[in-house]
């Protein structure tokens, strides 16, 4: 599983592209999809619908949780990753229960707070 995010060279939107090692096919999210206007700061960048797609295309295991395998893989894919405190660190901030995994509702909190923040 994997989650890109590039810039379509013609208009100049953001795109955010999932691809799931479970299925052959590949989820691409434009900026127009999810209401991202290159003007101003959308209310909300991902729906409950997105969140949820997300949370599913990194379960690869797909228990309900995200574990710091899963989380490091994603970040990995994504060329995001940095080290291993940085999954140590998401993991803790994220998980509500301290269970040392992500369930849904803890992923959808963090999703939410992304959606809100001020840029």
């Given amino acids: ?37 290159p003007q101003k700061q959308p209310k909300e960048m991902f729906t409950k619908d997105d969140i949820l797609l997300i949370f599913k295309t990194m379960d690869r295991d797909g228990n309900g949780y995200l574990t710091a395998d899963e989380i490091r893989d994603t970040l990995i894919k994504t060329k995001a990753y940095e080290n291993e405190e940085q999954v140590r660190k998401m993991i803790t901030e994220a998980d509500k229960d301290g269970d040392g995994r992500i369930n849904y509702v803890e992923f959808a909190g963090v999703m939410d707070f992304v959606n809100h923040a001020k840029p």
């Fill in 1 to 37: 599983m994997g989650c890109t995010s590039s810039t379509n060279m013609h208009s100049r939107k953001p795109v955010i592209s999932m691809h799931s090692s479970q299925a052959t096919e590949t989820t691409t999210l434009t900026a127009t999809q999810i209401n991202i206007s």
